[in-house]
């Protein structure tokens, strides 16, 4: 490795960035030691754990951020594709389901080429391009995907949660500047209309530039790619290091280009400068990346708590230098659970989010096969829970489903199980039996005032968020109006501190 060579910055790190980089490194330090407490490592993942702590102790200091010398290993090592999901064509389901989403659609369709999308088009590259465009770069003859190993070099490594594969695009061949290295697919949504973008670190958001020179309205929302479960592209890792620390240049750089022949948009990486094969291929993110993958790693390892928030982050004004810190944070809408609470019910709510993107059927099939196949035997666990006095695994559960119930709420009026009315109406009471005997419990059993949190707990803000949706949700389950004579199903739940009195709807 003698061809890469430490160095150091010359600007001194400011004491914020410095705070900064310490939170990081304590959030992953912490864990990375919950990690090992949690899993039989093996020998030489043991080895390797002993060389991140030194570095994210050495970082958590915030004393300085040169690295200290450390026995250097391979930068990346060969890595299986079965370790990660991959979808090379761009996909719209959900883009297809709001009037937000079909309006952008539209547009984007009315499009036309503009010089720039020309210049692409006619350039020495041009056929190279349209080759990735047809065959959605798979297989991609530019990038091999592999495993950031030293971490004394790479964040990538430094970083990357316990337990996950440090995934980084590497040139699999000689890259000449100018080339159109790989499109960034994934799936098509719309900006602000989307619960799950403010929790992806893979959403690239389509630039002001581009929309303007298309005619776009202004009340239009911008389109954006989410690429969490998208091609090889997405592994194109941050220029991000700490200051002191080997610097990494940016050798490729994102641009749009509108394919009038196709209708279609489409996000490219190219290259800025030649990259010679085995080099890794770096961007640069901007500050908008790391105003949510901060906020990721600081809030997902707080001791053996877990940060659920409710509030987008708030940009810094224009001049001044942001900070994020856990107090920051915690100064916005949020749940601070157990980590085993918050886990399972980020878990669920992904699970049923995930099953509405990729639904290729109607919405009718969508809506049964969220009730059959996750609400009724997810209620079912939580009653499983609760009967075995499994508390953490009871509210984490109904948590779930509350984080997706409380946004999405079509599948109350459009389906088919009503059909089966005793079934349907036993959900709802076995749900609201469940919640009612979770909430029963003191806050100190559910985990709802853990220390460093708010003072007064968070059971007022799990109640405030079960009252609303209950009351939503009873709205629309009143429209059945007494199906089959046998009564109108309804969410009961207490909105008080335990004991909770009976109530009736």
């Known amino acids: 490795m003698s061809d890469r060579t430490r160095k150091k910055s010359k600007l001194a790190p400011s004491r914020a960035e410095l705070k900064l980089t310490a939170e990081i490194a304590s959030a992953a330090r912490r864990a990375h030691e919950l ?24 970082l958590e200091s915030g ?25 090379d064509e761009v996909c719209l389901k959900r883009l297809k389901r ?26 020495p590259f041009g056929a190279e391009l349209r080759a990735l465009v047809d065959g959605r770069g798979s297989p991609n003859p530019n990038i091999r995907v592999m495993r950031a190993a030293d971490p004394s070099v790479n964040p990538v490594a430094l970083l990357t949660p316990p337990g996950e594969p440090a995934l980084a695009a590497v040139a699999a061949q000689h890259i000449a500047a100018g080339t159109p290295v790989a499109l960034y697919t994934g799936e098509l949504v719309v900006d602000g209309e989307d619960s799950e973008l403010p929790s992806s670190t893979y959403v690239y958001k389509v630039t002001r530039d581009f929309l303007q020179a298309r005619g776009y309205p202004d009340d239009l929302p911008a389109p954006c790619m989410d690429a969490y479960r998208g091609g090889l592209a997405r592994f194109v890792n941050d220029k991000w290091t700490p200051l002191g620390w080997p610097t990494r240049t940016p050798n490729v750089y994102m641009d749009t280009v509108y394919d009038g022949t196709r209708r279609e948009v489409h996000l490219c990486f190219f290259a800025s400068a030649p990259i010679a094969k085995g080099r890794e291929l770096i961007v640069d993110y901007g500050p908008e990346y790391w105003a949510t993958a901060l ?27 942001e900070e994020r810190t856990l107090a920051s944070l915690l100064k916005l809408e949020h749940l601070l659970l157990p980590l085993t609470v918050a886990k399972l019910a980020t878990e669920i709510a992904e699970s049923m989010r995930g099953m ?44 779930g489903l509350l984080l997706f119930c409380s946004i999405e709420d079509g599948w109350l009026l459009d389906n088919r199980c ?26 100190r059993t559910l985990g709802l005032r853990p220390k460093g949190g708010r003072p007064e707990g968070y059971r007022p803000k799990l109640v405030a968020l079960l009252r609303g949706w209950q009351e939503e949700a009873n709205e629309a389950l009143a429209g059945y109006d007494g199906l ?13 501190a335990p004991p909770p009195p009976p109530l009736s709807f």
């Open 35 to 58: 990690h090992a407490k949690q899993t039989k490592l093996r020998k030489e993942a043991k080895a390797g754990g002993q060389q991140l702590d030194a570095l994210l102790a050495h």
């Open 63 to 87: 004393v300085s951020t040169s690295p200290p010398p450390m026995p250097q290993r391979a930068e990346f090592l060969p890595t299986e594709e079965c370790t990660y999901e991959r979808n």
């Open 356 to 399: 509405c993107a990729e639904w290729d059927e109607d919405e009718t099939a969508l809506s049964d096969a969220l009730v059959v196949k996750i609400l009724r035997p997810k209620v079912a666990e939580a009653a499983q829970a609760v009967a075995a006095a499994r508390w953490p695994v009871a509210l984490g559960t109904l948590l």
């Open 295 to 321: 906020r990721l790693l600081l809030a997902a390892h707080v001791k053996d708590l877990d940060l659920i928030l409710f509030d987008d982050l708030p940009e810094a004004a224009e001049g001044e230098e």
């Open 418 to 443: 009503h059909q089966e009315w005793p079934s349907w109406c036993a959900l709802f009471e076995h749900l609201s039996d469940a919640w009612r005997a979770v909430l029963a419990k003191d806050d």
């Open 98 to 123: 709001s009037p937000h989403g079909l309006a952008v659609l539209k547009a984007l369709r009315a499009c036309s080429e503009v010089d720039s999308d020309q210049a692409h088009w006619g350039g």
């Open 484 to 496: 089959l004579n046998e009564g109108v199903p309804c969410i009961q739940v207490p909105t008080t």
